[in-house]
């Protein structure tokens, strides 16, 4: 294709991202009050969501100022639309990049891609279930003397980094075993590097997690190591399984299964060359 045409193709693929995330932000305006019940549930589970309630048996978070309400809709629409869109800008994304690729690239990329979605998404999923204790821990720190006000605002933007970070975080499994495929983190070296990354671990974990409380830390390091310990797993059964394809008989190797970049066996030892019936041989020619 020519540059030109692969502007062309862009653009396409551009807008039809751009109005997949237009129509799921303006469905996130629609039920913005039930994703704010959504939202707010880790904090109503706080004991002092109780005591700062204005209303009994109700949980409250404030706006100090006039555009807050209006912002803090605006943000939720749109990390709402960015989720619920993400298919469709996905697919538009990896089609635009896969023609560009080998066969064996392409077929890594989709595992590294759908791994990488299921990843964030449990990361997302357990941060979000985990969100009331840190909070509890963070608003109660000072005791009964301080009762704290919430904003919506403040609160949204703690949820969000949370959050964030928890989906960044559990993606570590897929650097890990790329650095593997690549040949620079075999699993010996995984082996052998397991105290460094306890320590690489929780210095990563005290500079991801917003809310430096002591629960969020173990949370997302104890995951993080339990992950690490996996990929060693797999890096052993990857290994395993590239030495039983070495190891198969010369010249009966599935040549369907090697890379586009990748050479097939050639067995380069001389062969005994056996007379042909009906050649002159050199005692003929004497």
């Keep these: 294709m020519a540059l030109v045409d692969h502007l062309r193709e862009l653009r396409n693929r551009l807008a039809v991202s751009l109005l997949a995330l237009g ?47 209006f912002s803090v809709s605006l943000r939720v ?55 009331s204790r840190g909070l509890d821990f963070l608003l109660s720190f000072g005791g009964g003397e301080i009762n704290p006000l919430t904003s919506i605002s403040s609160y949204l933007s703690f949820v ?16 890990v075993l790329f650095l593997h495929l690549v040949g620079v983190f075999p699993a010996s070296r995984m082996r052998g590097w397991r105290r460094g990354m306890v320590l690489g671990i929780a210095v ?38 590239r030495r039983g394809r070495v190891a198969v008989e010369p010249g009966s190797e599935d040549l369907e299964l090697l890379g586009d970049d990748e050479t097939s066996f050639v067995d380069d030892r001389p062969s005994v060359l056996e007379p042909v019936p009906g050649a002159a041989t050199d005692r003929d020619v004497t």
């Design 23 to 69: 129509v799921c932000v303006v469905i996130g305006l629609v039920f913005r009050e039930q994703l704010f019940d959504l939202i707010k549930r880790p904090y109503c589970t706080t004991a002092v969501a109780e005591r700062a309630a204005v209303r009994p048996g109700q949980c409250d978070l404030y706006a100090f100022d006039v555009f807050s309400q």
């Design 77 to 131: 629409a749109f990390i709402v639309g960015v989720v619920a869109s993400s298919p469709v800008w996905l697919y538009q994304l990896g089609a635009f990049i896969t023609p560009g690729l080998h066969r064996h690239e392409r077929r890594y990329a989709a595992a590294f891609l759908c791994s990488s979605l299921l990843l964030f998404a449990t990361g997302v999923v357990f941060a979000y279930f985990t969100l």
């Design 160 to 175: 969000t980094l949370t959050l964030l970070a928890f989906g960044v975080a559990f993606l570590f499994p897929v650097v």
């Design 204 to 241: 990563s974990t005290a500079l991801l997690t917003p809310s430096q409380d002591p629960f969020t830390f173990l949370a997302m390091a104890v995951p993080l190591y339990l992950l690490y310990e996996s990929c060693i797993v797999v890096a052993r059964l990857l290994e395993r399984s």
